[in-house]
């Protein structure tokens, strides 16, 4: 189930800055400029979502950690932490010109298998879809919205 969700609606929230290395946009959990590739960019706008319309506050949003999956490293995009500090929601961002698939959702389900968070959310900018997880089921099922921040956590 698609999630009806502008994230270019954010896109003032954004900095950028062009320098003789290229484009660069700025990054409000790291506090610094990064390249501004297509998927950065949808990550970027995931994290204004986040914090001005979900209601989480910045220091519990975590980008690009390296987590072990089946003995592989690997690198989640984005994870939102609750109040005892486990990932809450976990999300994989892909450019806009990449289609979201079942092997995208699969991507971030094998880095659930690691993290455990009872959210997975998917988006390329122009959609986004979001599951909540089972775990003793082993099942998932699809929402239409993202979880939001009703705690003081945010």
């Not at 390329?124 to 099922?141: K, M, V």
Request: net charge negative; proline share 3%.
């Amino acid at each position: 189930m698609k999630i009806e969700l502008d994230l270019m609606q954010w896109k003032d929230e954004l900095s950028f800055s062009n320098t003789p290395d290229g484009r660069h946009i700025f990054c409000h959990i790291r506090k610094r400029f990064l390249v501004s590739t297509p998927e950065e960019l949808v990550r970027q706008l995931m994290i204004q979502y986040l914090i001005h319309e979900a209601n989480y506050a910045k220091g519990i949003i975590s980008l690009e950690k390296s987590i072990s999956v089946n003995g592989l490293s690997r690198r989640f995009d984005l994870a939102v932490y609750d109040s005892q500090g486990e990932v809450s929601i976990l999300i994989e961002c892909k450019a806009p010109s990449i289609s979201l698939s079942q092997k995208t959702f699969d991507q971030v389900a094998a880095y659930n298998l690691e993290v455990k968070a009872p959210f997975l959310v998917i988006t390329n900018g122009l959609h986004t879809y979001c599951a909540q997880i089972n775990f003793e089921e082993r099942s998932y099922f699809m929402l239409n919205e993202l979880p939001m921040n009703t705690k003081s956590e945010g």
